[in-house]
T-cell receptor, first 119, second 115 residues
Framework: AQTVTQSQPEMSVQEAETVTLSCTYDTSESNYYLFWYKQPPSRQMILVIRQEAYKQQNATENRFSVNFQKAAKSFSLKISDSQLGDTAMYFCAFMKLMNYGGSQGNLIFGKGTKLSVKP | DAGVIQSPRHEVTEMGQEVTLRCKPISGHDYLFWYRQTMMRGLELLIYFNNNVPIDDSGMPEDRFSAKMPNASFSTLKIQPSEPRDSAVYFC?????????????FGPGTRLLVL
């Protein structure tokens, strides 16, 4: 069974600074996807970024980037130029790719990291 | 495009009552997922459908929970009878199958409180 661990229950950062959230996972699978979702106080789950395990290049989305270390099973999220609107719970999630072409699997979530951006 | 729609957004009910949560996935998506979020257990999958057919319901906690997807644009999650420990936020998510389309998009959630 796959597990996802987020070892930082809470973090804080000053506005405009950079913060890195950690995530490790355990799996014997070779084909999978990794995601970071953001959950602001509204409780809406919002996709931040995703990474395909077969890609060596780290995914980036504007101020958000990941450091994907497949051998170490590590998937950290870096937020640059932090903004007040980045205050939220951040969830790391794993999804196994099924054997038959491109089919879905369910997301397995970590417990989350509560990020506070301070003015 | 409209995102995933869930109703109601909030539900307060008394123990023993039947609760029905509703979800409309994004048009064209062929996968639908129901997740539950609690402080104790975090986010966990309850059940998911592909082309309206349940694929994995191993996360459904017990027989009091049932889910249906009568057509591609509607799904329900029913709890009967409800218990206080069912209090949680219930999310519906949908996605496209096939390569490179695996991102799941979540609805706003239904916050359920069972008294």
């Amino acid at each position: 069974a796959q597990t996802v661990t987020q070892s930082q229950p809470e973090m804080s950062v000053q506005e405009a600074e950079t913060v890195t959230l950690s995530c490790t996972y355990d799996t014997s699978e070779s084909n999978y996807y990794l995601f970071w979702y953001k959950q602001p106080p509204s409780r809406q789950m919002i996709l931040v970024i995703r990474q395909e395990a077969y890609k060596q290049q780290n995914a980036t989305e504007n101020r958000f980037s990941v450091n994907f270390q497949k051998a170490a099973k590590s998937f950290s999220l870096k937020i640059s130029d932090s903004q007040l609107g980045d205050t939220a719970m951040y969830f790391c999630a794993f999804m196994k790719l099924m054997n038959y072409g491109g089919s879905q699997g369910n997301l397995i979530f970590g417990k989350g990291t509560k990020l506070s951006v301070k003015p | 495009d409209a995102g995933v729609i869930q109703s109601p957004r909030h539900e307060v009910t008394e123990m023993g009552q039947e609760v029905t949560l509703r979800c409309k996935p994004i048009s064209g998506h062929d996968y639908l997922f129901w997740y539950r979020q609690t402080m104790m257990r975090g986010l966990e999958l309850l059940i998911y459908f592909n082309n309206n057919v349940p694929i994995d319901d191993s996360g459904m906690p017990e027989d009091r929970f049932s889910a249906k997807m009568p057509n591609a644009s509607f799904s329900t999650l029913k709890i009967q009878p409800s218990e206080p420990r069912d209090s949680a936020v219930y999310f519906c998510a949908s996605s496209l199958g096939g390569a490179k389309q695996e991102t799941q998009y979540f609805g706003p959630g239904t916050r359920l409180l069972v008294l």
